[in-house]
């Protein structure tokens, strides 16, 4: 049998032609499975991952309207927000760890560590990898918990300084149960999924119906553009702000896609 | 920190309350995890399993009157196929190994390993887990292999006594290039994949846009079924069946499916 070839996943990237249509798609892969090996990811997270693509590929891979409006609307809220903090989960910890430092510091957001799966080694891990891209603090770790009432899974521990205080609470692919419960808690949940008609989707206060990996940089300009805004302005921003629609818009553009799919057969 | 709970995705059947809207799809990615720690997946294979789960979930993960036709196709052609072959990859090693077996017994036909990321390991074990769920003969791992033309992934490389010789070939999960390799060589391909938009979809001769987990076993009752039917009564059902209009059919349905989810909202 011939073994020449090398059939490790690790050499994703010599084995795809620079001009394969998904190759993006197939690096992006290549990462989480690193961050599986490091302990960042669960091998949950990339299942996670893969249903979040097949909704992207819905979407045509492009952040549509609806993304931006949410995303305009969750800066606003950000920079109104009095004790913002960004839960990082291990598939965000992968893909886009200096882009959420570099917002977390431009929003004055604590960064707080929250997983599903939680265990020692997978809480240093990703802690390592936010402080090897710049964070100078990361909650949920080895600092004072607490836990979210109506919440019985390992996502129930939260930061007595950090999610537990919080005003706005930014997190991405996330379960609804948690979800619902920091919405319980009167706190305002911006959430990135790619998942419409997830709980998490339906329940957050704002959902930024995207790719975090187009996502978040497009936060961090659109933070950067109306951080010089007065607040008078910033509410207006959030006050005509429709969180139901921007999701109808969603599911209207995904049948949309089909009908086109159907029409080029 | 409260470390008594256990965090391990090994515990996932205790963890998940047995009234969890989705404990049954929770169940198989702990089936999957299992499969990734034995070698028989590979990461890879997990997120192409949650692409998967999305679509099965547009579908209202049942089998759907598109699938049905198709699986009546698909059985009809494996009754009057000469030499027909199902090619085995980790993820159906790892879901239906069981059915796979017996649909192959049923119709006399090969079971052929199969895989993008090709390596010994991998390969023993999953021939392993076939030789353990009752299969007398596993191609594609010791016998003599060939290599399909135009291939030129890992996936080019099958047993002369199988997949090259084959005139019909069932597979599930395949990437686009290797099914319109075969559609190519002649052999009519039955494709079992859940993306009705997948090149192998749409270059497949029969496309079942359904779940392996309840395909399979509805091949096995429609084999059953048919298995006395005349040759006549075959063709005609083949004759009858237009691939185009199933493709078309699942499009409309999941379109069909996000005008309710709005209507709902």
Same mark, same amino acid.
């Not at 882009?99 to 960064?111: G, R, T, V, Y």
């Not at 996502?215 to 010089?228: G, H, S, T, Y």
């Not at 006050?239 to 057969?265: A, T, V």
């Given at each position: ?38 302990? !960042?990811?669960? @091998?949950?997270?990339?299942? $996670? ?7 992207? /590929? ?11 409006? +949410?995303?305009?609307?969750?800066? +606003? ?7 913002? !903090? ?10 886009? @760890? ?18 599903? /799966? ?6 240093? $891990?990703?802690?390592? !990898? ?41 997190? $991405? ?7 619902? $419960? ?26 930024? !119906? ?30 005509? /702000? ?24």
């Amino acid at each position: 049998m011939d073994n020449t070839q090398s059939s490790k996943e690790g050499s994703l990237r010599d084995l795809i032609p620079i001009n394969h249509p998904r190759r993006e798609s197939l690096l992006i892969r290549e990462k989480l499975v690193e961050a599986l090996k490091d302990n !960042v990811l669960t @091998p949950s997270g990339l299942i $996670a991952h893969g249903r979040g693509e097949c909704f992207d /590929y819905l979407f045509g891979e492009k952040t549509q309207d609806f993304a931006k409006k +949410a995303i305009e609307a969750a800066s +606003a809220t950000l920079l109104l927000a009095k004790n913002p !903090v960004i839960s990082v989960n291990g598939n965000m910890a992968a893909l886009v @760890p200096k882009e959420l430092i570099e917002l977390a510091n431009l929003i004055n957001a604590k960064l707080e560590i929250n997983l599903f /799966y939680r265990s020692e080694e997978r809480l240093k $891990a990703i802690k390592n !990898v936010l402080i090897k891209n710049g964070a100078k603090e990361v909650l949920g770790v080895d600092d004072e918990l607490t836990t979210i009432p109506e919440l019985f899974s390992e996502r129930r521990k939260v930061s007595k300084n950090g999610i537990f205080i919080a005003d706005v609470v930014l997190l $991405a692919l996330e379960d609804g149960d948690r979800t619902e $419960a920091l919405v319980k808690m009167n706190k305002k949940v911006i959430a990135i999924d790619l998942n419409p008609l997830s709980r998490t989707s339906k329940a957050a206060n704002i959902t930024i !119906v995207d790719n975090i990996i187009r996502a978040i940089p497009l936060m961090i300009q659109k933070v950067n553009e109306l951080k010089n805004y007065n607040t008078g302005q910033l509410r207006e921003i959030i006050e005509n /702000y429709d969180n139901k629609k921007i999701i109808l818009d969603s599911l209207k553009f995904i049948s949309g896609r089909f009908q086109e799919f159907s029409l080029s057969l």
